[in-house]
């Protein structure tokens, strides 16, 4: 089992020191390669989403967001917690998939986009926390 987590600042800045922090980390991991595209997808969707409407006020100057990387069991587990406002994403209701490119809102299918690139997904609120546990299944040999 590997494991290894970071703490950032709930800033709208951070993606780039996330994403640069995951790929250092990705490479003690054997199935990096084949989930690094989608775990950079769910993160970026999943962060923006804390920092742009979990922090209001002055939470947002103490807020975080820590980023975690597990690997068991044949898969890679990607946590990420938050002190932002109480907010289960799996709770969002789905609209139907648009029919068209021009039919398409802007915005409102991301938590579907996660669901879509991840084997499983689980919300927790623990001591005051957001926690969202993303599994990605390991790919299957060539």
């Known amino acids: 089992m590997t494991a290894a987590k970071r ?3 709930a ?3 951070v993606l780039t020191a996330i994403n640069e922090w995951l790929r250092a980390q ?3 991991f054997a199935m990096w390669t084949a989930v690094a595209f989608k775990m950079e997808l769910c993160v970026e969707e999943i962060v923006t989403n804390a ?4 922090f209001v006020g002055d939470t947002a100057k103490d807020g975080w967001v820590e980023i975690g990387l597990l690997a068991s069991g044949g ?3 990607l946590c990420i917690a938050d002190n932002a406002l109480p907010f289960n994403p799996l709770e969002h209701v ?3 998939p648009p029919t068209s490119l021009e039919s398409a809102p802007i915005g409102g299918l991301g938590i579907h986009l996660v669901r879509e690139l991840a084997e ?3 919300y927790d609120r623990i001591g005051g926390r957001n926690v969202l546990t993303i599994e990605f299944a390991a790919p299957a040999p060539p």
């Open 11 to 13: 800033d709208p800045g």
């Open 26 to 28: 990705g490479e003690g």
């Open 120 to 122: 499983t997904v689980r």
């Open 94 to 96: 789905q609209n139907a």
């Open 7 to 9: 703490l950032f600042p």
């Open 75 to 77: 898969g890679l587990k």
């Open 51 to 54: 920092i742009k409407y979990g």
